[in-house]
């Protein structure tokens, strides 16, 4: 399953607890919390491109399956992780003990990150 295409927040659960533990300020989790952002997925074969727009702000990130890669986190630092990919539709990271899986399911895109016992939840439909 490609995860190539551009998906819409439709809903999130957990935002506001969440950036408070990694340790975003309140002025950027007010700004953030109300904004249906988008995130673009480009595959190509083990070669993944994802950007992530919400509001005025953009992340930039590549990997490459099973290799370690340097990426901007939601907080904006930089930081080492190596991506997997389980099954056909999962791709799953940890980094700075923050666990990321990202499934796709048709045209739904869930994005779960876990934080101690804080989990984001985010629902993405595709575009």
């Known amino acids: 399953m490609s995860f190539t ?5 439709q809903s999130q659960e957990n935002f506001e607890a969440f950036m408070k533990a990694v340790g975003l300020p309140d002025d ?32 930039q990130n590549d990997f490459t399956l099973g290799e370690e890669s340097e990426m901007q986190s939601i907080t904006g630092e ?3 992780a190596v991506v997997n990919m389980e099954g056909d539709n999962k791709l799953v990271a940890t980094f700075k003990n ?3 899986v990202i ?6 895109l869930t ?8 989990t984001l939840k985010r629902i993405s ?3």
């Not at 295409?5 to 927040?9: E, M, T, V």
């Open 98 to 100: 923050v666990k990321t």
């Open 5 to 9: 295409g551009k998906y819409q927040l």
């Open 78 to 80: 930089k930081v080492k």
């Open 125 to 127: 439909k595709r575009i």
């Open 28 to 59: 950027l989790i007010q700004k953030g919390k109300d904004t249906k952002g988008t995130v673009e997925f480009v595959q190509n074969g083990k070669h993944f491109k994802f950007t992530i727009t919400s509001g005025s702000k953009v992340i």
């Open 103 to 108: 499934e796709l399911n048709g045209d739904i």
């Open 111 to 118: 994005s779960t990150f876990q934080l101690g016992d804080v």
